[in-house]
């Protein structure tokens, strides 16, 4: 009833990867779910040999040899797949020989990642423990806010009431400090506007944030730019992202004591969720240091506000990176190990859930 491109459709949306291979055991197929797992295009992948597409997970290979020696469906559960350049994943894999006109030789291949339920949890777990934290850190700024306004000005008439010079430094102490607070918290309350979306060229932003923190840092600081040419534009206030990405670019160069290599890189994620939410298509930035890492002791904590490991930092930066980004429905993670930290920026092209 259904015709092929429906068929064709189900297919594509299927969050599970599906591959075809030949008798040659070449790739035939491969549906975008398993573009996502193997992070090519299929116009990339299709062609290949088995051998060249999972070198490294040669379980997989073994299994995919059994199911057309024994002309048998072949399941295994729990398999590591090892891709260059990725970290590994466990699958679940079924193996189905098909016959090509009457000869059994092609085979079909299902891959079904086990750990992105754990990952979609972490996610969501992460983005309500920030939302939380995020509102209790606004009251909390906005409670101080008040009375220290008071405060400041009450110091200011009593400065004019005294004549002792040596007293007006007390005075003067208690307006500084309010002055130091005062910007302290509206660091904490972040920027109070509605975001104004606008089409914006990623890149531009970007080469906008790299020549800032390039003036900032001395000419030891490399920035390359491995840019997606690619990338479509991306509905987002231009003002909220530099921030964003200002904040974590200038932690990199930080944490590189000005010298080292940071990469800026775009990608662009096809089906892919951000939490629960599944979008069609995400824009992925990462900005990759090789530096030291972040301190272990601190990973796990480092989106929240007030947690710094400099000895002259708020702890802000991140937090803050990471309330803008989630205004543009978007997520930022990090994985870190020393000589090499990734900070990934996912901002959604399209809203679809
Ligand atoms: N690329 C990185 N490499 C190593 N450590 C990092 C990196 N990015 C962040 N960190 C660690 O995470 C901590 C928190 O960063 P965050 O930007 O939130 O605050 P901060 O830089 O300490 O202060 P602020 O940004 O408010 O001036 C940093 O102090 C640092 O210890
Ligand atoms: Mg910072």
Redesign the pocket.
């Known amino acids: 009833m259904h015709s092929e491109k429906f068929a064709e459709q189900i297919v594509e949306h299927l969050s599970t990867a599906v591959l075809v291979f030949n008798t040659q055991l070449q790739l035939v197929f491969i549906n975008s779910a398993g573009e996502m797992l193997f992070a090519h295009s299929s116009r990339h992948l299709c062609g290949q040999s088995v051998h060249e597409l999972l070198a490294n997970s040669e379980v997989m290979v073994e299994l995919l040899a059994a199911a057309i020696t024994s002309e048998q469906v072949v399941i295994q559960r729990s398999c590591l797949l090892e891709l260059p350049g990725a970290s590994d994943l466990r699958v679940n894999g079924t193996f189905t020989p098909i016959s090509d006109a009457g000869v059994v030789g092609s085979v079909l291949v299902e891959l079904h990642q086990i750990d992105h339920h754990l990952r979609i949890e972490q996610e969501e777990h992460l983005i309500n423990q920030q939302q939380a934290t995020h509102a209790l850190v606004r009251g909390l700024a906005h409670e101080i806010k008040n009375p220290l306004g008071g405060l400041r000005g009450a110091a200011q008439l009593l400065e004019r009431e005294i004549n002792d010079e040596p007293l007006k430094e007390y005075t003067q102490i208690i307006i500084s400090e309010a002055d130091r607070m005062q910007a302290l918290m509206d660091r904490m309350l972040g920027p109070n506007t509605v975001p104004q979306l606008q089409a914006v060229n990623v890149h531009e932003v970007l080469e906008h944030v790299r020549e800032l923190v390039l003036v900032e840092s001395g000419d030891s600081l490399t920035i390359d730019q491995d840019y997606d040419p690619s990338l479509p534009g991306l509905q987002a206030d231009p003002d909220l992202l530099i921030q964003a990405l200002l ?1 974590i670019v200038r ?2 160069a ?2 590189l004591k000005g010298t080292g290599t940071i990469r800026l890189r775009t990608r662009v994620q096809r089906n892919f969720n951000i939490g629960s939410r599944r979008y069609r298509l995400v824009m992925c930035i990462e900005v990759i ?1 090789n ?5 272990p002791v ?1 990973q796990k904590q ?1 989106f929240y506000p007030m ?4 000895s002259d ?7 803050i990176a990471q309330a803008l980004i989630s205004r543009h429905h978007g997520l930022i993670e990090c994985s ?1 190990q020393p000589g090499e ?1 990734v900070f990934t920026i996912l901002l959604p092209l399209d809203v679809k859930a």
Do not use: F, K, M, W
Request: overall charge negative.
């Open positions: 904040n932690n990199a930080q944490a240091d530096g030291p890492g972040i301190d601190l480092v947690i710094t490991g400099r930092g708020a702890g802000l930066g991140l937090s870190s930290t």
